[in-house]
T-cell receptor, first 113, second 114 residues
């Protein structure tokens, strides 16, 4: 399974864009990049995922480099409620045709007033 | 609203006790997962199941077993609880659609083994 590397922590000012980087240099052609976040004392929450094209939804944007070896999650206007641990994950195959996701340690994003 | 429900938010057990953690999902998902989460270690996969009665070991299966008799229910079993199994346990489910992969998590079960 491809591994990911994320900075352990980042800070962002409220109202500014938060750009969270992730390296996944060993990603293979059929693996997706997923992002989750976990707010304290809650279960992780799905944010977005992509294969090779950039993706956007109501929560965030995902920018994947052309060589797919890295990606950036963008929260366009960070709020205090976005303070959380953000996980970048590369999918891997489990049994049969199903997928399992292996979580690393993530990035603690702190949004400051 | 889609939901993954874990039976207990907080449990306190004694060393050597048998512990059952139950998880139920209402989304008709094929895949179900058990993770544990410890400070500084992130989430680690214990077991997962991609079909009824099917299971595969994750990264840290030692000391645990699982049961999936029905599609909606996935149980984690600690045959003889030990203090190093004190942790937050998270259940999740997902669809089998290729590329979908989105995991839906429960709120977690915090287990303390004395």
């Amino acid at each position: 399974d491809a591994k990911t590397t994320q900075p352990p922590s980042m800070d962002c000012a409220e109202g500014r864009a938060a750009n969270l980087p992730c390296n996944h240099s060993t990603i293979s052609g059929n693996e997706y990049v997923y992002w989750y976040r976990q707010i304290h004392s809650q279960g992780p929450q799905y944010i977005i995922h992509g294969l090779k094209n950039n993706e956007t939804n109501e929560m965030a944007s995902l920018i994947i480099t052309e060589d797919r070896k890295s990606s950036t999650l963008i929260l366009p206007h960070a709020t205090l409620r976005d303070t959380a641990v953000y996980y970048c994950i590369v999918s891997s195959r489990g049994g049969g045709s199903n997928y399992k996701l292996t979580f690393g340690k993530g990035t603690l994003l702190t949004v400051n007033p | 609203d889609v939901k993954v429900t874990q039976s207990s938010r907080y449990l306190v057990k004694r060393t050597g006790e048998k512990v059952f953690l139950e998880c139920v999902q209402d989304m008709d998902h094929e895949n179900m997962f058990w993770y544990r989460q410890d400070p500084g270690l992130g989430l680690r996969l214990i077991y997962f199941s991609y079909d009824v009665k099917m299971k595969e070991k994750g990264d840290i299966p030692e000391g645990y077993s699982v049961s999936r008799e029905k599609k909606e229910r996935f149980s984690l079993i600690l045959e003889s609880a030990s203090t190093n199994q004190t942790s937050m346990y998270l259940c999740a489910s997902s669809s089998t659609q290729p590329g979908a992969g989105e995991l839906f998590f429960g709120e977690g079960s915090r287990l303390t083994v004395l």
